[in-house]
């Protein structure tokens, strides 16, 4: 059996490039006593894999050099040693960015297959993206009935989760930035966002202004540098912010300078940084709120899905630039 497999061959200075990955092909051996072996059918592309491409103290460890990237995936066990994972199962894993994932059964959890439900959801709505977003809203920045909300990335994974779910809780204004015009009228159209802006147009300090004219209570950053600055600016007392990710600053060497920090103290505002890991116990409380929300129709979503796994870094890199709305994944 022949596993195709991405391996970081070199670690990226800036923008990765074709020249730091690498496809191998793997013979797998026979299965050992207590292995299965699964036939991946999603693939998950998420931006923090870019940091486990640098060297370095991180919250996840460094993707090791000549060897497969890991990462979530969803599939089907075709070939087993435990009775817990017969051939047939719904899994998910950690063992991505290959086609075929072999190791020991508790490296595997089953997954129930809900009719109508595509497995690709456990990697988005059902999955890490939108218990990030759930998260953050409700243990970090404690959205409460009224709040004027804004979300940066808003036309991403976790972004069109995290319009959805402050409005569901109460949120009365949600604004949101994205980079093209057509993800911008997507936030209001399909999303449900008040207002929303294209930060490529420039001056993020004053569209935010324009879109909440009476400031934000919370503000879920997907994105930092210049967001985070003008979030900071836009704050009423006591904003809270739920601070998840900065991918504008992935790709760069060194942080950026943040303007406004005199307002966390004058406005008195709450700024928390996390990381899903520290919070996964939260998991079933999500399962069941999600399920609930996407039962009663209450949860829209979009997948941006790039086929074969010859595409898998194609797909990735398209991520990083924006070539996605929802959650980008990979369809083996
Ligand atoms: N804390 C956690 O545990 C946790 C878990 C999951 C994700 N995250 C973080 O959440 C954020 C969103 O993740 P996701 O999986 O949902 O990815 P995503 O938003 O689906 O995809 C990444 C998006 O980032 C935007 N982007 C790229 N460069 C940018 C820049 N310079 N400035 C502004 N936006 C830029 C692009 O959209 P545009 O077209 O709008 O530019 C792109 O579509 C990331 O920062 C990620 O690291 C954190």
Same mark, same amino acid.
């Given at each position: 059996?022949?596993?195709?497999?991405?391996?970081?061959?070199?670690?990226?200075?800036?923008?990765?490039?074709?020249?730091?990955?690498?496809?191998?092909?793997?013979?797998?051996?026979?299965?050992?006593?207590?292995?299965?072996?699964?036939?991946?059918?999603?693939?998950?592309?998420?931006?923090?894999?870019?940091?486990?491409?640098?060297?370095?103290?991180?919250?996840?460890?460094?993707?090791?050099?000549?060897?497969?990237?890991?990462?979530?995936?969803?599939?089907?066990?075709?070939?087993?040693?435990?009775?817990?994972?017969?051939?047939?199962?719904?899994?998910?894993?950690?063992?991505?960015?290959?086609?075929?994932?072999?190791?020991?059964?508790?490296?595997?959890?089953?997954?129930?297959?809900?009719?109508?439900?595509?497995?690709?959801?456990?990697?988005?709505?059902?999955?890490?993206?939108?218990?990030?977003?759930?998260?953050?809203?409700?243990?970090?920045?404690?959205?409460?009935?009224?709040?004027?909300?804004?979300?940066?990335?808003?036309?991403?994974?976790?972004?069109?989760?995290?319009?959805?779910?402050?409005?569901? +809780? %109460? /949120?009365?204004?949600?604004? !949101?930035? =994205?980079?093209?015009?057509?993800?911008?009228? *997507?936030?209001?159209?399909?999303? @449900?966002?008040?207002?929303?802006?294209?930060?490529?147009?420039?001056?993020?300090?004053?569209?935010?202004?324009?879109?909440?004219?009476?400031?934000?209570?919370?503000?879920?950053?997907?994105?930092?540098?210049?967001?985070?600055?003008?979030? +900071? %600016? /836009?704050?009423?007392?006591? !904003?809270? =912010?739920?601070?998840?990710?900065?991918?504008? *600053?992935?790709?760069?060497?060194? @942080?950026?300078?943040?303007?406004?920090?005199?307002?966390?103290?004058?406005?008195?505002?709450?700024?928390?940084?996390?990381?899903?890991?520290?919070?996964?116990?939260?998991?079933?409380?999500?399962?069941?709120?999600?399920?609930?929300?996407?039962?009663?129709?209450?949860?829209?979503?979009?997948?941006?899905?790039?086929?074969?796994?010859?595409?898998?870094?194609?797909?990735?890199? @398209?991520?990083?630039?924006?070539?996605?709305?929802?959650?980008?994944?990979?369809?083996?």
């Amino acid at each position: 059996m022949i596993s195709t497999q991405w391996h970081l061959a070199s670690r990226p200075t800036g923008e990765p490039t074709s020249e730091n990955v690498v496809k191998v092909e793997v013979e797998l051996p026979e299965l050992t006593a207590g292995d299965v072996r699964v036939r991946n059918t999603f693939l998950s592309v998420d931006p923090y894999m870019r940091g486990r491409m640098n060297e370095g103290r991180s919250y996840v460890a460094p993707y090791a050099l000549n060897e497969a990237m890991g990462g979530a995936a969803v599939g089907e066990v075709i070939e087993s040693t435990v009775d817990s994972l017969p051939v047939g199962t719904l899994v998910q894993h950690q063992l991505g960015w290959r086609d075929i994932s072999q190791a020991p059964a508790g490296q595997f959890s089953a997954l129930p297959i809900v009719p109508g439900v595509s497995p690709s959801l456990f990697l988005s709505v059902l999955g890490l993206t939108g218990i990030t977003a759930w998260t953050g809203l409700t243990q970090i920045a404690h959205v409460k009935e009224g709040d004027t909300v804004f979300v940066s990335g808003a036309a991403g994974g976790v972004g069109t989760m995290v319009g959805q779910i402050a409005r569901l +809780l %109460g /949120a009365s204004r949600v604004v !949101g930035s =994205a980079g093209s015009a057509e993800k911008v009228e *997507l936030l209001t159209s399909k999303y @449900g966002y008040d207002a929303a802006f294209n930060y490529r147009d420039g001056d993020i300090a004053g569209q935010l202004k324009a879109a909440a004219p009476d400031g934000i209570d919370v503000y879920f950053d997907n994105v930092g540098g210049e967001h985070l600055s003008a979030a +900071l %600016g /836009a704050f009423n007392d006591g !904003g809270r =912010a739920a601070i998840c990710g900065a991918i504008s *600053l992935y790709n760069a060497n060194g @942080g950026s300078g943040i303007r406004n920090s005199q307002n966390i103290v004058t406005r008195g505002l709450t700024l928390k940084g996390f990381t899903m890991g520290n919070y996964y116990f939260l998991a079933p409380q999500f399962a069941e709120v999600m399920r609930g929300w996407l039962t009663d129709g209450k949860i829209a979503y979009d997948e941006t899905i790039t086929d074969g796994i010859d595409n898998a870094f194609t797909a990735f890199l @398209g991520m990083m630039n924006g070539k996605n709305v929802g959650k980008a994944v990979v369809r083996l």
